[in-house]
């Protein structure tokens, strides 16, 4: 069973003011601990919201990370 990984978008949503959607380029930051890694890592390419979300889950999962915060 695979391990869970959580997103979170409330940066993102208080700089936008809305939830993150749509094509572009996303960037995550990557969250081991409780603490989050100052280094940005960005999804291949411009994807839709949901395809880079789906990256980086994966790759958070595959590196032991608890989650991803969504930049902003």
Known sequence: MSRAVEVFTAEFEFAHGRAPRGRGCWGFFFVRGGAV???ARWAPG??????????????????????????S
Do not use: M, N, T
């Open 37 to 39: 890694c100052l280094d």
């Open 46 to 71: 411009e994807q839709s919201f949901g395809e880079a979300r789906r990256w980086a889950v994966g790759q958070a999962r595959s590196e032991g990370c608890d989650g991803v915060v969504v930049a």
